[in-house]
Each structure stands twice: as structure tokens, then as C-alpha cells.
């Protein structure tokens, strides 16, 4: 299991889904979970702060998830932050293309605690 | 050439590929990617070289490893195992001196599939979330869409007409859109190259190669009307064009589904009322946003970023009510989307009803959302669903794929209260979850039924040859010899008839009914236009959108509808919502659009809980402008009534919006025309009901049939107050203003028949005649006839060009013996009567 007392980031312009999200991680012992409502704070997030997480919705204003995972994954400090994608069922050219673009994992929403217990243990294993 | 060049960058991202695999591991979706990433460079490459084996393999390969990606294998380290095999066997295939022939691939490798994928027939499989009928009623329109397709073409062959070919490039465009919904990659593919065909072509068009594209196409839906593979798609058939790149479906078809999918958050979130609160609030302030989005769309379509903030709001919606188990939100969500979806990616433009639709979801989501809230404000346990949510989710399907279908079976009901209890579980339950993953078509209320395309000209002439067989049918049943006949046999059998023609009387004007929806819902945009443009808060509520009447009626009430939406909006609702809160009224304006049903008739009503009209004011104007005397006393109504005079204009100055077009006294004109009539009701302070009446249909009238001298007319009997015999102290003769009769403590014009038809031989004398009173409009006014002859329901016919306008006339009828009747219009009649009686009429 992962480190419960790691710095999460919550990225989705949703504040619903953020809430929902972070509850979740809440009830999986996390608690220390930040938020940003899009893939620009999220990026300003990370890099000022010691993030060991992202969870990222896909289609956000101002900078999306794939631009986000690749900014991440371009930028030397943040580069080995796992970063899990909250995707629909239906998108899976995104899947594909957030994972030719180093996604760690995705998640289809609605999901479970359990799922995403899963994911985690799988990305922190 | 660049061929060894080449053939050793292959042969180092093979090797790059091998290592990868020997590192990853196959759960881990960074390595997936790059494994993927490297499988597409190999496919290209090999693929420009023309080693077609190898790039087939390393195709096949990337797809195992999309399938592993998107978590579709049932077995990862097997399917791992192929894809290493294969890199070996790549690997064998690119030393010198191999001949590629002789190297095999792994059995379990897709091969056949990621080659059928380019050029062979693959099975097609219907998304799901496509319903099925849907999909059904697709593919049985397909051959008329294409052989309308043939005929354009054989035309433009001998003779280039632009119209034509732009007729032409519109159904190749339609069809892209239709396939795109239901994943027919290849046929949107070939269709959006067809486009680009045509365009590029000028007048031009290369009429062989469009009519083969059209016979594969013709291929291709009757093999997906009889279940049988995908037909094979002919690389010539299209050359210049993009070829139609394949999907991976096939090979992920291969492999299996093995995790179910995910079930809702079980624990975390039940009952949590705050949650469903910020939802609410969220959602609120979303949907107000794209409002404006919205109606920005409508002047810009094709706007990319306004698009994709709409999709992104129902997006998110579907995604936390999938969260919540706000199962209804989630799917109305979820099927704006898909037509959100389909606009964004540029295959349908959001206009038209595609974007009423939208508009209309978006309002029912506000509805839902309203009703949560109100739920959740009261710690209830179940939410309000709304009746229209089944009608609305099937409207926007059916219009994403493209067309249009009326809620033939709705049963028409003037709802009071159109909300209903429906129980929801609010909190999160597994069950209701796995409920709404079942295929959503088991839920269609509406079914699209076949359907044959008639003009409307054959129509009515159907509905006329009905009427003519109602009107002969009452003739044989009051012929003297029937009625005298002693045959129990033919009383029955006459008996039987007349049932069926009532019947077929009934289904020949339900056949001309449709609902006026579509018309209400242009008004939605009207209001929301006006708001903006007054920058007022409006709140606008459509009632009984699936009220029926007569198609002719529903053309054409359009014009005066929008003048009436207009006026309330404009001149209604307060200018500014200070002064809607000093008349302690809420901040948000209501305007109510209602259609019932009473008494055999259609009322279409627009209410507004604005200033109410201003008496004295139109008063005022109408004296002005010479319309109403001096000391003249009026009745609230007709003073009312005033405003529909032309000339009359309560309006300051003509302003953008209200100025426009109609006047309201082309509104009372077009429902006169319709044998209709308005009336206001107002309230100052409280706002104005304008009560519109229609008749159910244009082509039958009810009507009592009324005798002058040797003369019958028919007099509809909709607009039939009473009918009096008056007695001689009733009648005044009132200087200026003609015969007037007194009933009760009104005083009414007398109207001659008589006079206006110069009949000989009528009855003189008022007492000794019958005065049948009628209203228009609010207006009343005496008919002097003979006497009445009976009731009716007569078919109206034309008069035909040269009788057109007859003062007083509105129609023919044959009547039961054969013989022509005249129908009295009376709203002609009564304006003559009101406005003329004075100087023609009067005999002082």
C-alpha cells in the first residue's frame, strides 16, 4: 500500500468531482489532498509544492490532462510523479494516447474506493 | 532511395521494442506506451519501405497492446508472450538473406485481422449506446438516401447543375454524421473523402467513380441489413482520398472483456447531503454558464471552444451524477454528450433543432436539477424526475442520428402539474447501477415506427375524399327511402357504416395532427434572446408542448406566437428587476407558454407576471389615433381589445425586438384566418394572459345551420354564444350606431343578413326571427335569421380564387342533400358589424 501520508493532487474544473475524489481518498487513509481546477494551476501546484501523486480529469479549460501528463513528464523535478487519469468508458483513444504519452494508469468514472485502491497499489507496488 | 538507410532504423526500433519488452512489465501502462509508440514507427517505416508483412505484424502487435492498454485481454502475460514472439520473429524476418516468406508469426497473433482491417470485410458491432431500433430505422432509410444519391448522379451527368452536386455533397455529408454515430468508420470515411471529391471536383464530377462508391455503399448496408460480414472496400475505389484508416476493433474483438465495469462508490457517499448540495450548486452555476455559450453557438455553430466548454459541462455532469446515482441526470447527460461529442469532432453542426435539443436538455437538466435540490433542501430520500426525460432522451437520440421524430403516442393532456414522484435512489446502490448499465434501449417509451413519407397535398386530398364520403354517408343514413325501409338488416348495416365513417373521420384529422413542440420551442430561443438583449431575468416554462393540432394551424401560429413571446417578454416583465422587486415580485420574470385542450378546441396561452396592460394607456393612444371616440364607454375587454386594431401600437417607440414584423393585429388577422381568436386577460401589476383558441382542425367545422329567406348558412358553432328570440323592448335603434339589441345589460350590434347578402323574402321583423349571438374576439354581436335548421359537422371547401374575400364568407360545404352551403365568417362579420353597422347598416 502506498504511502497514506503522501501529497496528493487533485486536478478536474469540476469542484463535485474533485470533492468525490478526495473523499474517496480520505476513506483510503490519504490526507494530505490538494486540488486545481485545471491542467495550468495543476502544473503551477506541482511545481511548487512536494506532490508525490496527480490524479487528473482528461478535458479541463485552459490546459487538458494529456497536456498536463506531458508537461509533467517533460519537466526534469516532476517527471517520475505517477500520474493516474480519470477517464468515461467510452474514451479510448484517450487511454491510448495518455499512455503512448506515460500515464501511469487510468480509472473509469463512477468507480469504487476498492478500484481505486487497486490502481494505486498497482502504481505504487 | 533510402533503403538500407531505412531497413536499419527498422531494425534498431525492432531491437528498441525487444528491450522494452524485456524491461516492462506488462500491467504497467508507461511501458505499454512506448511499446505501442514503437510498434507504430515500425508499421510506418516498414510500411514506406514495402515489407507489408512486417508492417502487418507490427500492426497486429500495436493492437495486442492497445487491447492490453485498454484492459481487454484475458490473459496478460499470454498476450505479452505473442507480442514477444512476434518481435523475434521480426527480428528473424530483417536479417540479410532472410527470405520473409519463410518466417511465421505466432498463431494467436491478429494478423489476418490488422490486414482485413485495411481492405477485408470485418463484422460490424453496433456501439452500445446506440439503441438498436434506432439503428434498425437507420438502415432501412438507407435505401432511399441512396438511390435519391443515384438519380443526383445520373442527373449531373447530363447536365451540371450546382444545385444539384450542392445536393449531392449534403447527403455524402448527412451520411458521415449518421455513420459516425454508429461507428461506421469506414462508411464516414469514405464519405468525408467523397466530400472532398466533390469539392475538389468544381462542376466536374467524376460521375463513374461516385456511382461505384455508391453501389459500396450499397454493399455495405445490405450486408449490415442482413447481418452478413462488412464487404470488402475496394482500394481503387478511392485513390486520392484518404484511405479509410481501419480501426483496431477487430483485433480487440479478438480478445475478451474481463473486468466488468466498475460499480459506484458503495459507502463514501450515501447520504451525504452535502455533497449533493455542492452538486446541485455546481451544476447550477455550470448550466447558467453555458446559457450564454449556447446562444452564442446559434450564431456560431461551429465556434470550437464554446463547443467543447457545452461538452465539457454535460461531460462532467454525467460523470458526478455517475458518482451520485442521479441516474436520470447521468443519462440525460450522457446522450447530450454523444450529440455534443459529435458536433465538437465537426460530424453534425449544432443548428436547428440539434440545437433546440440542447437547449431542451439543458432545460430538463435544469429541471432535475431544481428538483434535487428541492429534495435534498428537505432531507427527502427520493428526487422528482420529469415526465418529459424518456420523450426528451429519445428526441435527442433520434436527432443524432439525424431526424426526427414526432411523440406520435403521447396521449395529449393538458398537465396541470407535469411533475411526478418517482422514486430515486438517492443514495448510491450497486443494484440501481447495474440496472443502468443494462443497454438503455430496453428503456425506449418511444418507438420509431415505420413510417412512409407522404406529400401533403395527397393528404388532403385523402382527408377531403373522407369528408365527402362523411357528407354522403349522412345522406344515404336521412335519405327517406332508408329511413322508411323496414330491413332490420339494412338499419344495422347503415348503422355499422356510420360507425366507420366516424372512424375514418377521426383518423383522417389525427393524420394531420402534430404536436407544437417544435413551434414551442423556437419560443424557448426567442425568450432567452430577449432576455439577454433586455438584460432581464426570465424564467420561461413551456406547458403542454405535446398538445396536437392540425399541421396548417401549427405553420402558421408561429409568427404570432413569437410577436406574443416577444410582447410579454418586452413590454410584460419589468424593465428592471428593482422594479420588479418594489412590486414585491421575485427578481426573475416568469413567462408561461401553455397549450390545452377545452372543450374541443386548442388554447395556446402565453402568461406573464409582469406590469399587467396599462387601461388608461391604451385608452389614451387609441383616442390619439382616432381609433375610439370621445366619451365613448368601453368594457375592460375592449378596451383590451384595442391593441389589435391596426395602427395601434402600445410600444414608445418601435424598439428592435417588438417592432419587428407582425403587429398585433396581424396576430388577431392570422387566428381569424385559422377560425380562432384571441382574448388578454390582465391584471395591472400582475401581468397578462393572452388566451389564444384555435379549432382542432381546419378541414371540419361544427356548425348550425341557419335559414334567411330561401338561403342557408352555416354558422360555425364555436364562435355561438346563445340565440335569442328578443322581444320588442330589446331593441334600440341608437343614434350612430345602428340597431342595437339589449341582452341582459349588455347592448349589442344587430346584424342583418339580410342586408349584407341581399336576401329577398327574409324575415323583417327581429321578434318574429331568432338572433343567434356570436362572439369574436371578445366582441359580441347579434345575427338576425329566419331560423335554425340543425346541426352539422361539415368538411369546408375553398371557394375557389374568384369567391376568395367575399365579405361575410369564409367557405363552402356541400350539406346533406347535396346542396352547397355557405359559412359565415364571423369574425368578418362582427368587425363589419362593429365598425360599419353604424354607417351602413344603421337604419335610423
Redesign the interface.
Known amino acids: 500500500m502506498a504511502d497514506t501520508s503522501m501529497r496528493v493532487l487533485v486536478v478536474?474544473?469540476?469542484?463535485?468531482?474533485r470533492?468525490?475524489i478526495r473523499?474517496?481518498l480520505k476513506?483510503l487513509g490519504f490526507e494530505s489532498i490538494e486540488e486545481a481546477e485545471d491542467g495550468q494551476i495543476a502544473l503551477e501546484k506541482l511545481l511548487n509544492g512536494e506532490f508525490k501523486f496527480v490524479i487528473t480529469?482528461w478535458?479541463?479549460?485552459n490546459m487538458t490532462g494529456l497536456d498536463l501528463l506531458k508537461s509533467i513528464r517533460a519537466d526534469d523535478s516532476l517527471k517520475d510523479i505517477p500520474v493516474l487519469l480519470?477517464t468515461?468508458?467510452?474514451e479510448?483513444e484517450n487511454?491510448?494516447q495518455?499512455?503512448?504519452?506515460?500515464?501511469?494508469?487510468?480509472?473509469?468514472?463512477?468507480?469504487?474506493?476498492e478500484?481505486l485502491k487497486q490502481k494505486i497499489d498497482?502504481i505504487f507496488g | 532511395m533510402t533503403g538500407p538507410m531505412t531497413q536499419e532504423s527498422i531494425n534498431q526500433l525492432i531491437d528498441s521494442v525487444a528491450e522494452e519488452l524485456l524491461m516492462a512489465d506488462p500491467?504497467?501502462?508507461?511501458d505499454?506506451?512506448?511499446i505501442?509508440?514503437c510498434f507504430q514507427k515500425i508499421q510506418q517505416e516498414a510500411h514506406e519501405e514495402g515489407l507489408i508483412r512486417a508492417a502487418d505484424a507490427a500492426e497486429a502487435a500495436g493492437s495486442l497492446v492497445?487491447c492490453m492498454?485498454?484492459d481487454e485481454v484475458s490473459d496478460r502475460e499470454e498476450t505479452f508472450d505473442v507480442i514477444s514472439q512476434t518481435v523475434s520473429a521480426l527480428q528473424q524476418m530483417m536479417r540479410p538473406g532472410v527470405d520473409a516468406e519463410n518466417i511465421f508469426f505466432p498463431e494467436k497473433l491478429p494478423l489476418s485481422a490488422a490486414a482485413k482491417n485495411k481492405k477485408d470485410k470485418q463484422k460490424f458491432i453496433l456501439p452500445p449506446?446506440i439503441d438498436e431500433e434506432i439503428y434498425s430505422d437507420f438502415l432501412a432509410e438507407r435505401d432511399g438516401v441512396l438511390e435519391q444519391m443515384e438519380s443526383h448522379l445520373l442527373v449531373l451527368e447530363k447536365v451540371k447543375d450546382r444545385e444539384t452536386i450542392a445536393d449531392l455533397r449534403r447527403i455524402f455529408h448527412t451520411l458521415k454524421g449518421e455513420a459516425a454515430i454508429f461507428e461506421l468508420n469506414d462508411v464516414a470515411n469514405i464519405c468525408h473523402g467523397t466530400e472532398d471529391l466533390i469539392d475538389s471536383s468544381g462542376e466536374e464530377l467524376p460521375i463513374d467513380k461516385l456511382l461505384k462508391i455508391k453501389d459500396w455503399l450499397k454493399d455495405v448496408f445490405d450486408a449490415l441489413k442482413n447481418n452478413h460480414d462488412m464487404p470488402q472496400l475496394h482500394e481503387q475505389l478511392f485513390h486520392e482520398t484518404d484511405a479509410p484508416q481501419g480501426e483496431t476493433a477487430s483485433a480487440a474483438q479478438t480478445v475478451q472483456h474481463e473486468e466488468a465495469?466498475?460499480?459506484?462508490?458503495?459507502?463514501?457517499?450515501s447520504g451525504?447531503i452535502d455533497?449533493l448540495l455542492?452538486?446541485v450548486s455546481?451544476?447550477q452555476e455550470?448550466m447558467d454558464k453555458i446559457d450564454n455559450e449556447l446562444l452564442s453557438l446559434e450564431s456560431n455553430p461551429e465556434d470550437d471552444e464554446t463547443l467543447?466548454?457545452v461538452?465539457?459541462v454535460f461531460?462532467?455532469l454525467?460523470?458526478?451524477a455517475?458518482?451520485?446515482a442521479l441516474n436520470d441526470i447521468s443519462r440525460l447527460a450522457h446522450i447530450t454528450e454523444n450529440l455534443l461529442d459529435l458536433a465538437r469532432k465537426g460530424n453534425v453542426i449544432l443548428s436547428g433543432e440539434k440545437i433546440d435539443v440542447v437547449f431542451e436538455s439543458l432545460d430538463l437538466m435544469k429541471k432535475l436539477v431544481a428538483n434535487l435540490r428541492q429534495a435534498v433542501s428537505v432531507g427527502k430520500t427520493t428526487y422528482a424526475s420529469e415526465s418529459t426525460l424518456e420523450a426528451t432522451i429519445n428526441r435527442i437520440e433520434a436527432i443524432t442520428i439525424g431526424k426526427t421524430i414526432e411523440p406520435a403516442e403521447k396521449k395529449t393532456e393538458h398537465a396541470v402539474e407535469e411533475q411526478r414522484e418517482q422514486p430515486a435512489e438517492k443514495a448510491p446502490d450497486v443494484k440501481a447501477?447495474e440496472q443502468e448499465l443494462q443497454p438503455q434501449q430496453k428503456k425506449a417509451v418511444v418507438k420509431i415506427k415505420e413510417s412512409v413519407k407522404v406529400d401533403s397535398e395527397t393528404l388532403d386530398q385523402l382527408v377531403d375524399a373522407i369528408g365527402e364520403l362523411v357528407i354522403i354517408e349522412s345522406m344515404i343514413r336521412q335519405d327517406q327511402a332508408v329511413i322508411s325501409a323496414k330491413s332490420s338488416r339494412l338499419n344495422s348495416n347503415i348503422r355499422q357504416m356510420d360507425k366507420i365513417t366516424r372512424e375514418l373521420q377521426q383518423l383522417g384529422m389525427s393524420l394531420r395532427m402534430i404536436p407544437v413542440k417544435g413551434t414551442f420551442q423556437k419560443m424557448s430561443r426567442v425568450v432567452r434572446d430577449l432576455a439577454k438583449k433586455g438584460d432581464k431575468k426570465i424564467e420561461f416554462t413551456v406547458k403542454g408542448e405535446d398538445t396536437m393540432l392540425d399541421k396548417s394551424v401549427v405553420d402558421k401560429i408561429g409568427d404570432p406566437l413569437i410577436h406574443l413571446v416577444r410582447n410579454s417578454v418586452d413590454h410584460g416583465i419589468e424593465k428592471s428587476t428593482e422594479e420588479r422587486k418594489n412590486a414585491n415580485k421575485s427578481e426573475t420574470g416568469n413567462v408561461i407558454l401553455r397549450a390545452f385542450h377545452k372543450g374541443g378546441n386548442i388554447y395556446i396561452e402565453i402568461e406573464d407576471d409582469g406590469r399587467g396592460l396599462n387601461k388608461d394607456a391604451i385608452l389614451h393612444k387609441a383616442m390619439e389615433k382616432g381609433l375610439v371616440r370621445d366619451g365613448q364607454a368601453l368594457s375592460e375587454r375592449e378596451i383590451f381589445n384595442l391593441v389589435f386594431l391596426p395602427g395601434f401600437s402600445t410600444a414608445k417607440k418601435v424598439t428592435d425586438v417588438s417592432g419587428r414584423g407582425v403587429g398585433m393585429d396581424v396576430v388577431r388577422k392570422t387566428l381569424e384566418e385559422l377560425r380562432g381568436n384571441i382574448e388578454i386577460v390582465s391584471e395591472p401589476g400582475f401581468g397578462s394572459t393572452f388566451s389564444l383558441r384555435l379549432p382542432l382542425t381546419l378541414a371540419i367545422i361544427d356548425g348550425m345551420l341557419v335559414g334567411v329567406g330561401r338561403e342557408r348558412y352555416i354558422v360555425p358553432t364555436l364562435s355561438i354564444v346563445e340565440s335569442i328570440r328578443p322581444s320588442r323592448e330589446d331593441l334600440n335603434t341608437i343614434a350612430n350606431r345602428g340597431e342595437m339589441i339589449q341582452i341582459r345589460d349588455r347592448l349589442i350590434p344587430l346584424f342583418r343578413l339580410s342586408n349584407l347578402f341581399r336576401i329577398e323574402g327574409a324575415k323583417d321583423d327581429p321578434t318574429e326571427g331568432l338572433i343567434i349571438v356570436v362572439e369574436d374576439s371578445g366582441n359580441m354581436t347579434g345575427i338576425l335569421v329566419d331560423e335554425l335548421l340543425g346541426q352539422q359537422s361539415t368538411v369546408i371547401k375553398s371557394l375557389g380564387d374568384t369567391l376568395k374575400g367575399l365579405p361575410g364568407i369564409s367557405g363552402g360545404s356541400i350539406m346533406s342533400d347535396g346542396k352547397v352551403g355557405l359559412i359565415l365568417d364571423i369574425a368578418g362579420i362582427v368587425k363589419l358589424a362593429t365598425t360599419e353597422n353604424s354607417m351602413t347598416f344603421s337604419k335610423t
Open positions: 478536474d474544473d469540476f469542484s463535485t468531482m470533492r468525490i473523499n474517496i476513506q480529469d478535458n479541463m479549460p480519470v468515461a468508458e467510452a479510448k487511454v491510448i495518455a499512455a503512448q504519452a506515460g500515464v501511469n494508469d487510468y480509472i473509469v468514472k463512477p468507480f469504487t474506493a478500484v498497482k | 500491467s504497467n501502462l508507461q505499454l506506451g512506448k505501442l509508440d492497445r492498454i485498454l449506446h465495469p466498475s460499480q459506484p462508490v458503495e459507502t463514501a457517499m451525504d455533497l455542492d452538486f455546481e451544476a455550470h467543447n466548454a461538452f465539457r461531460h462532467t454525467k460523470g458526478a455517475g458518482f451520485l447501477k
